[in-house]
């Protein structure tokens, strides 16, 4: 598949790259393990000092780097300077917190000295998806080198530029040459990349087959892997909810980053006794949403990123209405120039229909009808995803049965899910597993190194003694 900007809203090819050649890449993983070795003596002073000018570039070149992201996946313009400026907060919020986090954790055993030490495995390579295409980079790249390892970039073929952008991004904030490279290879090259030796570590965001192979392979070189996957994300609405925040709140999580985003609401499930209101009310709201040119400030939603994407998004929509789903709202691709798509919304689609279960990538909503608690529980899980999920609820004593009945990584009261560097991100089942952001995010490519120092007073913390206590 060629590494190529082609504009979404267009067609067009805008600018192609050559892959890397054997060669290079050699030197480039070469570059990267040869750097590791000193990287991971700086001082978390230095790594501060860099980061934190990282966060002011972003901050500084937002409009040019949201058009860059624009331009090649056809982010809103306004959602994608937004972005970047939420990379330096994500930047920041590891100067801030990074130091206190890594230090050595004591541990009781009595007489002896006992710790856990954090330090860093080395390069880590990031597989990362076109979708965020800054975000889902920094949230791996500002913990893993704030923690001393070193990145390794193998970004999504269609954003190239987005990828050159971000190794700039920290080579100008002052990291060393080496401490975060992009790798503009082909998909067929990522197994020998994890398969190397000196790699060891790898994280992916992207879709459940890519989880399966990267997985499959990581698994064979027995190194640590994190996956960020799909998801079907449930959106319960119970009748205590305010229901005007609610629909407001439902559009804005089904349609953010044109419906393309793995935490998307995209199964909205309301219970019976409000599902006519709600049904009426969310698809009013659906049909004031302008498509159109993403860099037009009016524009709510714009293209599809790729080609494929749109074919594959309609196939869902025409398997799930067959199946039974009643079709509500748009249905058909826009007859113009693009993969343009526009806001859907089906209903009551039958267990076996795409929209029952599945993810649907874009503006497509599934409308489904709970009739109590238990239900929408039920209702929920019934997907082999579970990323995050939003349940609007006033009724304490539902919150808890749902926190704790929902099977997700995420579970968000009254408000849509988002990522937070704050907050640990990650899912369950086919979802993935590990976490990103947060204590947790910094934490999983760290070798948590137990220490035991004996006392020299003697007694019971002896070897021998602590061998016939094992």
């Known amino acids: ?84 400026r939420k990379c330096a907060t994500a930047c920041r919020y590891y100067v801030a917190k990074a130091e206190g986090l890594l230090k050595d954790r004591p541990i009781e055993v009595g007489g002896d000295t006992a710790f856990v030490r954090y330090q860093p495995l080395g390069p880590v390579l990031a597989i990362m998806p076109w979708n965020f295409p800054f975000w889902q980079v920094v949230r791996f790249a500002a913990p893993a080198l704030m923690a001393g ?48 030796p000196r790699v060891r570590a790898v994280t992916l965001t992207g879709s459940e087959a890519a989880g399966r192979s990267v997985g499959a392979s990581a698994g064979r070189s027995l190194k640590k892997v994190v996956l960020e996957l799909g998801g079907s994300d449930p959106f319960v609405v119970m009748p205590s909810a305010d229901l005007d925040k609610a629909v407001e709140t439902a559009v804005s999580a089904r349609l953010i980053n044109n419906g393309q985003s793995c935490i998307a609401a995209k199964r909205f499930i309301v219970a019976e006794p409000i599902a006519a209101e709600f049904e009426r009310r969310f698809v009013e709201r659906m049909k004031r949403v302008t498509v159109g ?30 199946a039974g789903a009643r079709l509500l709202l748009g249905g058909k691709p826009l007859e113009r120039p693009g993969n343009f798509y526009p806001p859907t919304v089906l209903a009551d689609p039958p267990p076996n229909a795409p929209a029952f279960h599945d993810e649907l990538f874009g503006p497509v909503a599934t409308l489904l009808r709970a009739r109590d608690v238990k239900h929408a529980i039920e209702l929920a899980n019934a ?21 704790d009945g929902v099977e997700a990584g995420m579970v968000f009261v009254n408000e849509m899910v988002v990522s937070d560097a704050r907050l640990p991100f990650g899912g369950v089942k086919n979802s993935g597993h590990g976490r990103e952001l947060a204590d947790l995010g910094i934490h999983e490519f760290l070798n948590a190194k137990t220490v035991r120092v004996a006392s020299t007073s003697g007694g019971e913390s002896s070897p021998r003694g602590r061998a016939l206590s094992e």
């Open 149 to 196: 390892n070193v990145g390794l970039l193998k970004h999504a073929h269609n954003v190239p530029q987005c990828a050159l952008a971000l190794e700039e991004v920290f080579l100008q904030a002052g990291f060393p040459a080496g401490s975060f490279q992009t790798l503009l290879i082909e998909t067929a090259d990522v197994n020998r990349v994890i398969e190397d």
């Open 383 to 403: 997907t082999p995803f579970g990323l995050g999920a939003s349940v609007w609820t006033k009724d304490a004593a539902e919150q808890r049965q749902f926190i």
């Open 293 to 322: 040119d993403p860099t037009d400030p009016k524009t709510d939603v714009g293209p599809l990123a790729t080609e494929g994407i749109l074919k594959g998004l309609h196939a869902q929509v025409e398997q799930s209405v067959k």
């Open 1 to 84: 598949m060629a590494i190529a900007t082609i504009d979404p809203t267009t067609g067009k090819t805008l600018r192609t790259f050559n892959a890397l050649t054997p060669a290079e890449l050699e030197l480039k993983l070469q570059l990267s393990a040869d750097t590791f070795r000193d990287y991971r003596q700086t001082s978390f002073a230095e790594r501060a000092r860099w980061m934190r000018r990282a966060a002011e570039l972003l901050d500084a070149e937002a409009e040019r780097f949201g058009r860059i992201m624009t331009e090649e996946m056809g982010k809103p313009l306004e959602a994608a300077k937004a972005e970047a």
